[in-house]
């Protein structure tokens, strides 16, 4: 394990939270530093971490004088950068590799953006909707965007233990995150048994379990 890299994180990002596993999967090491974003007007807009992340976001992660930004640049720079440590984080063949990255995109582009802490409190905030209003936008957002996932994944060959195949890729880093925010709002998981059946293969590695929001330094006791 290597402690040379930097993972500015925050306990409850999913965004986060996919680094964090892939992170694990890789075998790295790092130092993690937390970025409240709820606490007050939230660090992330502090003068300091502007200056590292002018989008004010986490995970942003350092590795040396490199800042990566964004989870997927992230995790794709921990693939072709340290590919020969720990486990790979795409598969082997092209085809699977677009597979995958398709799968982890649907997540992270299409489904994650209308839920996050920024999207609910514009909600909140400049639109005015109450706490029940915000959960069904949420709850509408989170079951179209998993009924998606299922369909593309149940009985398709290509599916395995994981996502694509038997080794978990970029496709489960982000899937699993985005089931926690589901459980945090209440959604009911089971219309999707084929996403259910690779969070369980999922919790049985040490790297989901090491990342998961519950055992970070900053999450609450």
Same mark, same amino acid.
């Given at each position: 394990m290597t402690s040379s890299m930097k993972l500015y994180s925050y306990w409850r990002s999913s965004a986060a939270?996919? $680094?964090? =596993? &892939?992170?694990?999967?890789? #075998?790295?090491?790092?130092?993690?530093?937390? $970025?409240h974003l709820a606490q007050g007007e939230g660090e992330q807009f502090s003068d300091e971490y502007s200056e590292l992340e002018p989008?004010?976001?986490v995970p942003l992660l350092a590795d040396g004088e490199r800042l =990566?930004? +964004?989870?997927?640049? =992230? =995790?794709?720079y921990l693939e072709e950068n340290y590919e020969l440590t720990g486990a790979s984080l795409m598969p082997t063949e092209v085809r699977e590799r677009?597979? /995958?990255?398709?799968? /982890?995109?649907? @997540? /992270?582009?299409? $489904?994650?953006?209308?839920?996050n802490l920024r999207t609910l409190k514009?909600? +909140?905030? #400049?639109?005015g909707l109450d706490d029940a209003a915000r959960l069904r936008w949420i709850q509408h957002w989170l079951s179209r965007g998993?009924? /998606? %996932?299922? &369909?593309? @994944? &149940?009985?398709?060959?290509?599916?395995?233990? %994981?996502? #694509?195949?038997d080794a978990p890729s970029i496709a489960d880093c982000c899937l699993i995150p985005q089931l926690y925010n589901a459980r945090r709002f209440e959604l009911d998981l089971s219309p999707y048994p084929t996403i259910c059946r690779i969070e369980e293969n999922c919790a049985d590695l040490p790297a989901f379990s090491a990342a998961h929001p519950s055992v970070q330094p900053d999450a609450p006791k």
């Open positions: 939270y996919r $680094v964090r =596993i &892939a992170l694990g999967l890789k #075998e790295l090491g790092y130092d993690y530093y937390p $970025v989008q004010n976001q =990566i930004r +964004q989870s997927l640049p =992230i =995790i794709e677009a597979r /995958a990255r398709g799968l /982890a995109q649907l @997540i /992270a582009c299409d $489904v994650h953006p209308l839920g514009y909600l +909140q905030n #400049e639109l998993l009924r /998606a %996932f299922e &369909a593309l @994944i &149940a009985d398709h060959p290509s599916t395995g233990d %994981f996502c #694509e195949g």
